[in-house]
């Protein structure tokens, strides 16, 4: 067995295995990969702003470059990298579905706050996407409800078993009703629980 080549790290002055230092043109470096990445790591603390300034500017210079290396490393990766992406997934189950629910909050009040500062552009923005892509949005109804059967009749059930849901159901049953009988008017919700309150949720008659 053949003894390994040992170099002496100027930083460290440690005795370490030529293995340890990382290559310099033909020959290797003086300082051992040790003391090389504790060095980088005080240089980065120390240049912080710098390093990110030159990255950025890196970046915005070598996109096609990056874009490029970066889809020929991941066709050479591809199994590897999916099997680590599903194996991450399910060892995060908790953690991941914790960030979906709060990007999704987050979402959600974001666009509430939209809604109440754009009313007006938000209504017609969902008009006018709905009158463009209504045959769109059918096929897709009725393909989620094709695949969710189950589910939606489950989750239907329970929100009719909800104060809001058996009101919602009275609403449903009056109108029938009302169409039924020809009666002129229409009213909408809020104006029907009014006139509820008002009669102590009792039959006028």
Known sequence: ME?????VCTACEKARPLTEF???????????RHCDVAYMAEWRKANREREQTYNAAY???HQEERKEA???WYDRNRDQQIERSKQYRIQHQEVLLQKRLERREAERKRYAQYRQMYPGRCKTTRATYRERNREK???K???????NRE??????????????????RRIIRQR???????????????QFLGRCDYYGWCCYW
């Open 151 to 168: 589910r939606i009749m489950h989750r239907k059930s329970a929100h009719n078993q909800t104060p809001r849901g058996k009101t919602v």
């Open 59 to 61: 970046r915005e210079s």
């Open 70 to 72: 970066f889809k020929q």
């Open 22 to 32: 990382n290559r310099k043109g033909k020959g290797w470096r003086a300082q051992c």
């Open 137 to 139: 949005i059918r096929a």
């Open 176 to 190: 029938y009703l009302a169409r039924k009988a020809n009666a002129p008017g229409t009213f909408t919700v809020v």
């Open 141 to 147: 109804g009725r393909i989620y409800h094709a695949n």
């Open 3 to 7: 003894e390994a080549i040992m170099k």
